[in-house]
């Protein structure tokens, strides 16, 4: 099995594709074995639209917004080069970035987590996470410079994934919220925010935009208090797709 698996991957990725994110499948069925806010990729995005994936990790937001954008641009983010090879060949339109995203151009150190004989990649972070990881130098970029860097002037959405260090990414977004004013998508958790909680939504709310989260019941975005996120990540929420709410969407007003 594991040869035919190798075999789709080098040869048939349309196939390997289908079968490995086959957990979008469960999207129309309202039991949820991923995000539900990966439909809302498929309502607020066009054909022509601009799509910056930050923290692609294994590519499922990738997957999701390039059955919709047919002569926009999809841009993908992610430090580790291990993940970055593995997702490049299956994504051959997606133009990829072996940075981090930070409030900073420079260098940095991702932390890998441990786990057994080999390494958690799915949970890597720029933040500290203890002794029980493999540290890897990388290189960072501001998306601000990165913007300047490509010449872009255009961008739709924005999805941010990046293990608690998303307040840091989106400091270096000031000039894009100001001006360019995309759609954000960002992952924020109790469990990973070295920063008060509160402090990345007044931030953001700064530059004018108003925050959602993502209703399971109606499919439609909801108005967003901080004072109800305890509420949506309590502990026996993890793991179901279902309950927990850690994606919350930044729209301009």
């Keep these: 099995m594991k040869f035919l698996i190798k075999l789709a991957y080098n040869y048939w990725p349309s196939l390997y594709k289908k079968r490995y994110y086959k957990t979008l499948d469960s999207l129309p069925t309202g039991n949820y074995k991923c995000e539900p806010e990966l439909l ?26 390039e059955k919709v954008i047919q002569s926009g641009k999809i841009y993908g983010f992610e430090p580790n080069e291990s993940l970055v090879n593995y997702i490049q060949p299956l994504f051959p339109k997606v133009k990829l970035f072996t940075y981090a995203v930070s409030s900073q151009t420079g260098t940095s150190v991702l932390n890998i987590p441990k786990k057994g004989n080999g390494l958690q ?8 996470m203890g002794d029980a990881v493999e540290k890897i130098e990388i290189k960072t970029i501001t998306l601000d410079d990165w913007v300047k860097q490509e010449a872009i002037s255009k961008i739709d959405v924005v999805k941010i994934d ?11 977004c000031s000039s894009i919220l100001n001006t360019v004013k995309p759609i954000f998508i960002i992952e924020i958790e109790l469990r990973h925010a ?3 909680i509160n402090e990345i939504f007044d931030f953001i709310k700064g530059f004018g935009y108003d925050v959602f989260y993502y209703d399971r019941a109606t499919l439609s975005l909801k108005p967003f208090e901080v004072s109800q996120i305890a509420d949506f990540q309590k502990e026996e929420y993890l793991n179901d797709f279902n309950t927990y709410i850690n994606n919350f969407i930044f729209i301009p007003k």
């Excluded at 054909?47 to 997957?63: E, M, P």
């Excluded at 990649?121 to 500290?128: F, K, Y």
């Design 194 to 196: 070295k920063y008060q």
């Design 40 to 65: 809302y990729i498929h309502q607020v995005l066009k054909g022509d639209s601009v799509f910056v994936d930050i923290g692609t990790n294994k590519g499922i937001y990738l997957y999701q917004a």
């Design 121 to 128: 990649d799915t949970r890597a972070s720029l933040e500290a």
């Design 162 to 172: 990046v293990e608690g260090h998303e307040f840091d990414s989106i400091k270096g």
